[in-house]
């Protein structure tokens, strides 16, 4: 099992300072499994190569194994690829070896440590379950420039198809800590497996080498799932965690991005929508009302400080997010009085509720297009069949205005877990329907300067019965 790691910034023997690793000599290190060993095949100003070889015993493999193995007889354990195929046995001698520099700390360079610089990893046998596209896939949007070499299962008989190992070539200016954590996380997401038992202790582990890469990652559901061994529970939680609904909205990003193109820059889209749904359900005359898809808080804030709602009620699947949606309420420290008008509850859209029958009002701002076709239409019936508030307010982003943003590529959506995005007209048609079905009528309203040619950035329909 090989991991190079090369760079050619000058001096390039600096990759020693990086690595904590003398090129003048080789390095063992004794893992439970094995030996990893870290040496120089080249090392000149102009070039420096940096290897780890990480030598496997089989059979301390199974005796150190933790967590359900099968059968302790069973012959597959101990004549299997593990011993020559990069693996969550690599990402484990990387943490050993490697710590300080996954860390980005260097004594010898510390400004180096923070600095990008041009670095190639080479993983010698990747098996990757999915092929060479998903290989792009997964390392394409970090930045990495990909090469893979594929083989066949035996040359001699061609007709038996190509292998699922490659030899990976990973090009980059960047830091080496940002490199040697991509490889952690992602060389056991290519090889679908795992070594040892999985905990919420990996749970933590991933949100915190992820932080920076994983949540804007398009592959982050199938990131997260195969690097907990499809363990449902704690990718439901990783995900949920995953999810930031502050500085992290898509059009609130977007928005600051481009602040200088658009005519929002003096307040941004979010404040906008903010203040315009907070409009819609004051010129409602409600006292009761419902956030559906709170989120941290947003909307309730506002809204608790207006004495016209005497109820509120705030709604997210994700436990997380009411967590942090009752810190930034204060909720622990709010006045009796206060805290006995808001309630946080957890609970999904895509089933009848009890709890939500009998409001004045309900917000639903941006939600609907995170729904494919079949969620949609339960999302439809528990709201607008079964909860049936005096009026619905309803925002979603208008696709017709993203060419007005800059830095959204033509014809992407303003966020990779968007299922659609509609056009004025699309949300109209959805709006009137829904209304006719349901005994509700609809009226619309821009959100965002409207612009002449593609409409607001944002449109808003509120339902009224």
């Given at each position: 099992?090989l991991?190079t790691?090369?760079?050619t910034?000058q001096?390039?023997?600096d990759?020693?300072?990086?690595l904590?690793k003398?090129p ?12 990893a060993?870290?040496f120089?095949?080249e090392?000149t100003?102009?070039r420096c190569?940096a ?6 015993d089989?059979?301390?493999?199974v005796r ?21 195929v990069a ?8 943490a050993?070896?490697?710590g300080?520099a996954m860390?980005?700390?260097s ?5 180096l440590?923070?600095?990008?610089i ?5 993983i010698a ?15 394409e949007p970090v ?5 893979a070499q594929g083989?066949p299962?035996?040359?001699?008989f ?6 699922p190992y490659?030899t990976?070539?990973?090009q980059?200016?960047?830091?080496l800590s940002?490199l040697l954590?991509?490889v952690y996380?992602?060389?056991?997401v ?7 038992w999985?905990t919420?202790?990996e749970v933590?582990?991933?949100l915190?080498?992820?932080a ?15 690097y907990?061994?499809h363990?449902r ?12 609904e502050?500085?992290d909205?898509p059009e ?6 481009d ?7 003096d307040m941004?889209?979010?404040d906008?929508?903010l203040?315009s749904?907070l409009?819609a ?8 009302v419902?956030?559906?898809?709170c989120?941290?808080?947003a909307l309730?804030?506002p809204m608790l400080?207006d004495?016209q709602?005497q109820e ?6 994700s436990?997380?997010?009411?967590d942090i949606a009752?810190e ?5 420290r709010?006045?009796e009085r206060?805290?006995?008008r ?11 509720d009890?709890?939500l029958q009998g409001y004045d009002?309900a917000?639903?701002m941006?939600v609907?297009e ?11 019936r528990?709201?607008?069949h079964?909860?049936?508030?005096g009026t619905?307010?309803v925002?979603t ?7 007005k943003?800059?830095?959204l590529?033509a014809?992407?959506l303003?966020h990779?877990?968007?299922?659609f995005e ?13 209304g ?7 009226r619309f309203?821009?959100?965002g300067?409207?612009d002449?040619e ?5 449109q ?5 019965r």
């Amino acid at each position: 099992m090989l991991l190079t790691i090369t760079t050619t910034h000058q001096p390039a023997t600096d990759l020693g300072y990086l690595l904590h690793k003398n090129p003048g000599r080789v390095q063992t290190a004794e893992l439970s499994m094995g030996k990893a060993h870290v040496f120089y095949p080249e090392a000149t100003p102009a070039r420096c190569t940096a290897a780890l070889l990480l030598e496997v015993d089989p059979v301390a493999l199974v005796r150190n194994r933790k967590g359900p193995g099968g059968d302790a007889g069973s012959l597959r354990q101990y004549v299997n690829d593990r011993p020559y195929v990069a693996s969550s046995l690599l990402s484990v001698a990387i943490a050993q070896v490697f710590g300080s520099a996954m860390g980005g700390r260097s004594k010898g360079r510390p400004e180096l440590a923070e600095t990008p610089i041009p670095l190639e990893a080479r993983i010698a046998v990747l098996p990757c379950r999915g092929g060479e596209p998903l290989l792009r896939r997964i390392f394409e949007p970090v930045g990495y420039t990909v090469t893979a070499q594929g083989y066949p299962l035996d040359p001699t008989f061609q007709e038996w198809g190509e292998s699922p190992y490659f030899t990976v070539s990973l090009q980059a200016t960047c830091r080496l800590s940002d490199l040697l954590r991509h490889v952690y996380v992602l060389v056991p997401v290519m090889d679908r497996e795992k070594h040892y038992w999985i905990t919420q202790d990996e749970v933590e582990k991933l949100l915190r080498l992820g932080a920076d890469w994983l949540p804007s990652h398009p592959e982050r559901e199938l990131i997260v799932d195969r690097y907990l061994k499809h363990q449902r529970r704690l990718t439901r939680v990783a995900l949920e965690r995953l999810i930031e609904e502050d500085v992290d909205d898509p059009e609130v990003v977007i928005a600051a991005r481009d602040a200088e193109e658009l005519p929002e820059a003096d307040m941004t889209l979010r404040d906008q929508r903010l203040g315009s749904v907070l409009a819609a359900l004051k010129g409602s005359a409600a006292s009761r009302v419902l956030d559906l898809g709170c989120g941290e808080g947003a909307l309730l804030k506002p809204m608790l400080a207006d004495q016209q709602f005497q109820e509120i009620v705030g709604m997210d699947v994700s436990m997380r997010s009411l967590d942090i949606a009752k810190e930034r309420l204060n909720l622990e420290r709010l006045p009796e009085r206060q805290a006995r008008r808001i309630k946080l509850l957890q609970g999904s859209l895509m089933y009848r509720d009890q709890r939500l029958q009998g409001y004045d009002a309900a917000a639903v701002m941006e939600v609907i297009e995170h729904l494919d076709q079949p969620r949609l239409a339960a999302f439809e019936r528990v709201v607008f069949h079964f909860a049936r508030p005096g009026t619905v307010v309803v925002t979603t982003p208008n696709i017709e205005y993203n060419v007005k943003f800059p830095t959204l590529a033509a014809g992407h959506l303003r966020h990779e877990d968007h299922r659609f995005e509609w056009t004025r007209l699309e949300f109209q048609a959805w709006a009137n329907r829904v209304g006719a079905e349901h005994g509700y009528g609809a009226r619309f309203l821009p959100v965002g300067t409207e612009d002449p040619e593609v409409g607001p950035p944002t449109q808003m329909a509120v339902f009224s019965r």
